[in-house]
């Protein structure tokens, strides 16, 4: 393997299996720890409810409520991180690496003027310096700074939800690891919800039946054009020299919703009956996406996954910014299987950026009839 350099000329030493990335860089995105300086204000948090959130692998979220009860809290939780090899699609091998051994990480839930406090642990088993960068907190690098631990190494990370809406979190440990670990899979999303809860463009209270979390991950999986298949590799470190090929030409081999194409669909499909109304959440870490769900629409959709925001309605198609989540909700009226998708339909159909929801109740011809079933033309 090539040794992989940056634009200085430099190399950059890759972790090994049982050891530790070690990259230095004069980049701009650093990725060393951040000691803190003296405090001028401390923890507001004496006196505070203390709850521990147990997480779930999306598309599913955990149990929370959607309008507040009390007063603000400390939420806990504690995540793993993985290095796996996971198949992303028929016959098509990654060296994975995840917060708590999906793609994307799990869904974290808490209120606005909560505090979230992590426990993120990374096993001596693994290979790489890792971190946590929260788009939803303030200062230090969205936490990244306070947080690389090596392999056997844990960290507890607490920060104040000050912002309401849906937020990116990743793995940034510095430099040209950031986009790598990023684009393996190591990303999730976590919601803060107003503590009245979610308001339609009125201002009324707007309530779901169901919520998804639905993780958009794009993949750069080496081709070998002699064996005529994707390479394979024995880990991260083995991996990523002829990665970083593929990601410089800025053009995903793979497009997944959480984690294989295919992964929401059939048996996996996200349910709903008639009459239910369900909050879609979606996420991109690293590329712009677009949403669309095949015969419906997205009733309220909060940009930017902005909630205190007043939400757009009745949109076709929302856009998602790289690196950032966005809301949708929606009540469906007919049953049948929708097609949740990225509606560049390249993406969708050849790359796998598709999903489906299986909606059950009776049809509404009002809506919709067919007239005249298809036959020889008169």
């Not at 090899?85 to 869904?107: C, H, K, L, R, Y």
């Not at 040209?176 to 393996?184: D, E, N, T």
């Not at 009956?273 to 959440?281: A, D, Q, R, Y």
Request: a negative charge; charged letters at 20%; one cysteine or more.
């Amino acid at each position: 393997m090539k040794p992989l350099v940056n634009k200085w000329g430099r190399s950059i030493a890759v972790a090994t299996s049982l050891s530790i990335a070690a990259f230095i860089s004069p980049t701009l995105i650093a990725g060393e720890a951040m000691e803190v300086g003296n405090v001028g204000v401390q923890a507001n948090i004496a006196g505070l409810e203390r709850v521990t959130q147990t997480l779930v692998a999306p598309p599913f979220l955990p149990k929370h409520n959607q309008v507040a009860k009390g007063e603000p809290k400390i939420v806990a939780m504690t995540m793993e991180i993985v290095e796996k090899e996971m198949e992303i699609a028929e016959d098509v091998f990654v060296q994975a690496m995840t917060f708590e051994g999906s793609n994307p990480g799990p869904m974290i839930v808490v209120h606005q003027d909560d505090y979230v406090e992590l426990t993120l642990k990374n096993p001596a088993t693994n290979s790489m310096v890792h971190n946590i960068d929260f788009h939803a907190s303030t200062g230090a690098l969205g936490g990244g700074a306070l947080t690389n631990v090596a392999p056997g190494q844990q960290v507890v990370l607490r920060f104040k939800a000050t912002k309401a809406g849906v937020f990116v979190y990743h793995c940034a440990p510095g430099g040209a690891m950031i986009p790598y670990h990023v684009v393996s899979g190591m990303n999730g999303a976590i919601m803060v919800l107003p503590r009245d809860g979610l308001k339609d463009e009125n201002g009324k209270l707007s309530t779901y039946d169901k919520a998804y979390y639905i993780g958009e991950q794009d993949w750069y999986v080496p081709f070998d054009s002699e064996e005529d298949e994707y390479k394979r590799y024995g880990s991260p470190a083995e991996a990523m020299g002829e990665t970083f090929e593929v990601m410089k030409t800025l053009t995903p081999t793979h497009l997944t919703f959480n984690g294989k194409v295919g992964a929401l669909t059939g048996e996996n499909a996200m349910t709903a009956k008639v009459g239910e109304s369900v909050l879609f959440i979606h996420s991109q870490a690293n590329r712009d996406s677009r949403v669309h769900l095949i015969g419906g629409h997205g009733d309220l959709v909060w940009h930017g996954g902005s909630f205190n925001d007043k939400p757009a309605t009745a949109l076709e198609t929302w856009a998602v910014a790289g690196g950032e989540a966005t809301a949708a909700m929606y009540t469906f009226l007919q049953p049948g299987l929708y097609a949740y998708v990225n509606h560049n339909l390249i993406e969708a159909i050849l790359l796998g950026a598709a999903a489906h929801v299986s909606v059950e109740g009776e049809w509404n011809n009002d809506l919709m009839e067919q007239v005249e079933k298809p036959g020889p033309i008169k």
